[in-house]
């Protein structure tokens, strides 16, 4: 009598990927409510042979491992090869995370475009034809006849077309499955099987893996975490629709800076890279009206001049309103609290409104003596000089503490042409030999910067 195989049902948590033989409610592990859907597994007996097949290897010392010197291939665009730390790493897996129509898809194209020119790509396209594909080269007038088009939705198959292929773009993984699982495409299971089956086959056969990825309405990657854990590069590509400026930032990577930040411009001919920053970052009217003010932000292995600018409004009901875009919401209450209690600024009847330019965000401690000084700019009425920048981390008691890269950021401000610095007081050994090409002004409380800025 043949033996029939047992199918196994198990409840799986959207969120984290913890699994329940039952539904339950609320996921024990994340404790989110309603995240357990039923995912129908097969017989885990071939899944058991193939996971103790990959631990036969035996531990040793690590003065014996012999250091794999990883080889970077350029992509052809610039901003991208940064962001990535130098360029592409042989037999890594990157995933590129975006809101639909952000331009992912394009942005790939045009990397497998010129790859292809002296290596062997595959496109493996699971949302789109092959002619789609082939439609957004020709107007995107890509070379691309050497580049290899894979029509399917299932990846057991891929394995097979890879041989002599050393590049290889999913689009994407959530619209991709595998057989081993009953479940329908984009779930939890069929998500992190199609993952790890990518990683084995990247890591094994020296593939490089450009993966897309869809976001939720939160803005996170969609899927297990473990999809996450297991890249080498996580990527995500931010911008707005209607605007033709596009953010690729580094969130995690094993062969490079995280928080690295790729400016792209959205064209008729494609996505291309943005050297200067100051059009983006920077507005033209800036020093004209009060509420803005510029610092020098460090963003993995760069630095970049950002406009950080604020609004103030008699607020129409009992609660005043805080609304940052690109700063932390907690971060801005914060200094508000320290402007009202150490510089006697009052806020409690006023709606503050926030905003980084160019849709950049700003997470670094430097930045908070730039916010204090739009805060204040906006109360007092006073714009603050364009050729001016501020920078340094506040405390809570208002003093104004030390921060790293001091002097990349006053240099950044040198060849950006600014005339005056606010720096933090501590840090003045270090940029003492910038006296001579632009004005340094120490700081030691926050009072200290008002005082410089507004009441001269």
């Known amino acids: 009598m043949a033996k029939t195989t047992k199918t196994v049902t198990e409840f799986v948590c959207n969120e984290c ?6 539904w339950l409610g609320r996921c024990p592990a994340c404790g989110k409510f309603n995240t357990m859907c039923e995912e129908i597994v097969k017989s885990a007996e071939p899944q058991k042979a193939a996971r103790t097949a990959v631990y036969g290897g035996r531990a040793k010392p690590l003065s014996s491992i012999t250091y794999e010197n990883r ?5 052809g665009i610039s901003e991208f090869d940064n962001v990535l730390g130098g360029g592409i790493v042989t037999g890594s897996l990157v995933l590129i995370g975006g809101d639909p129509g952000i331009g992912k898809s394009t942005l790939l194209t045009q990397i497998a475009a010129h790859l292809s020119r002296s290596k062997k790509v595959l496109y493996f396209s699971a949302e789109e034809s092959c002619s789609q594909v082939k439609l957004r080269t020709q107007r995107l007038n890509l070379n691309s006849d050497e ?12 394995e097979t077309e890879l041989d002599g292929v050393e590049f290889c773009i999913i689009d994407s993984v959530q619209a991709v499955y595998t057989d081993e699982l009953s479940s329908s495409a984009g779930s939890v299971g069929q998500v992190r099987e199609c ?13 490089t893996f450009f993966i897309v990825g869809h976001v939720t309405k939160e803005g996170a990657l969609a899927g297990p975490k473990v999809l996450e854990h297991i890249m080498d590069t996580v990527l995500y590509f931010e911008g707005e629709n209607q605007e033709n400026f596009r953010i690729l930032r580094s969130v995690k990577n094993r062969f490079g800076n995280v ?3 790729g400016v792209f411009e959205m064209t008729d001919c494609g996505i291309i890279p943005v050297t200067d920053y100051s059009g983006v970052f920077l507005s033209e009217s800036r020093g004209e009206e009060p509420g803005s003010v510029v610092t020098p932000a460090q963003t ?13 409004s008699k607020t129409a009901f009992g609660v005043p309103r805080r609304m940052p875009l690109g700063i932390d919401y907690n971060k801005l209450v914060l200094l508000i609290a320290v402007l009202e209690k150490r510089c006697g600024l009052n806020f409690a009847n006023s709606d503050v409104y926030l905003n980084a ?19 204040a700019s906006a109360f007092y009425g006073k714009p ?4 001016a920048a501020v920078f340094g981390e506040v405390g809570l008691t208002g003093e104004v503490r030390a921060v790293s890269y001091c002097e990349k950021r006053v240099a950044e401000c040198v060849k950006m042409g600014f005339k005056k610095v606010l720096v933090p007081a501590k840090n003045m050994k270090s940029v003492a030999k910038f006296a001579d090409k632009i004005s340094i002004v120490p700081v030691l409380y926050v009072n200290t910067m008002i005082k410089a800025l507004f009441k001269d």
Request: net charge positive; charged share 20%.
């Open 300 to 312: 993995g292995a760069r630095c970049m001049n950002v406009e950080i600018q604020t609004l103030i």
């Open 384 to 387: 603050v000089d364009k050729y």
């Open 357 to 375: 330019m160019g849709g950049i965000k700003l997470g670094e401690p430097s930045c908070d003596l730039a916010v204090c000084a739009a805060l």
């Open 259 to 261: 928080q690295e930040v």
């Open 17 to 22: 990927g913890a699994s329940s033989p039952r």
């Open 195 to 207: 993952a790890s089956k990518l990683m084995r086959i990247a890591k094994s056969r020296g593939i």
């Open 71 to 75: 080889n970077r291939t350029s992509s």
């Open 147 to 158: 580049l290899l088009i894979m029509n399917e939705t299932c990846i057991d198959g891929l």
